[in-house]
């Protein structure tokens, strides 16, 4: 049984062996030293190539030999040498089996790890920080926002047409500006013979008959 292998990454290739180990609880990582695979790879390189170039189910045995490289005895002692490696620098918690790194994840005070012995200053760090979220979200939704909104305007966002700021409904001038507004262009109409006030849709005047 080779313990510390339930997270690591094999980076070994047909030049020598290296792992990367992780912690279980953050994944901060920990890289072997690279080990050249000494026995065995100039043979098996030369027994690839001599197969890739040698006629009918070269490629295949290519892809073996160069399998082998990696592989077998030698990438076992590697490893195992990695493991006694990488275990220095992880700590293995005894409630949970994890092992984590020392430095953001091990609870050194209980010797355990921060999943089943959280630090409390950071614990209460959190919580508060946690606490003071959901309170702030809480109070928050209590205002009310849409006060002065109309609801029942149909009409959409209204804007001045010179200097965009926002206008009422029924509004005539810019309160910023004093710009008539479109609607108070379209309303106001007088008659060209008597100045009476005409509706958007007259023609002639009530009033002397003028047209308009």
């Known amino acids: 049984m080779i313990q510390f292998v339930a997270n690591h990454d094999d980076l070994s290739t047909d030049r020598g062996f290296q792992f990367k180990f992780h912690c279980d609880r953050c994944r901060n990582g920990y890289m072997s030293r690279f080990q050249p695979n000494a026995m065995g790879i100039a043979h098996s390189v030369l027994r690839a190539a001599s197969s890739l170039f040698g006629g009918l189910g070269g490629a295949e045995n290519a892809a073996y030999h160069l399998q082998r490289a990696v592989g077998g005895k030698a990438h076992d ?3 195992e040498t990695a493991v006694a490696e990488g275990k220095q620098h992880f700590k293995h918690c ?3 089996g994890h092992w984590v790194c020392p430095d953001a994840c091990w609870n050194a005070a209980v010797g355990l790890c921060e999943n089943c ?3 409390e200053q950071e614990e209460l760090r959190a919580q508060q920080a946690q606490a003071t979220s ?3 979200r809480t109070k928050t ?3 009310d926002y849409t006060k002065n909104l109309d ?3 149909r009409d959409g966002l209204r804007q001045c047409p010179s200097c965009q700021a926002k206008l009422a409904a029924g509004q005539k001038f810019c309160p910023q500006c004093g710009t008539p507004t479109p609607a108070a262009k379209a309303q106001e109409r007088f008659c060209t013979g008597c100045g009476t006030g005409l509706k958007p849709e007259q023609k002639f005047c009530g009033d002397c008959g003028t047209k308009n």
């Open 94 to 96: 005894t409630r949970c």
């Open 151 to 153: 609801f029942l305007n």
């Open 134 to 136: 959901e309170q702030i």
């Open 141 to 143: 939704r209590e205002q």
């Open 77 to 79: 002692s590697a490893m």
């Open 117 to 119: 012995a959280p630090d």
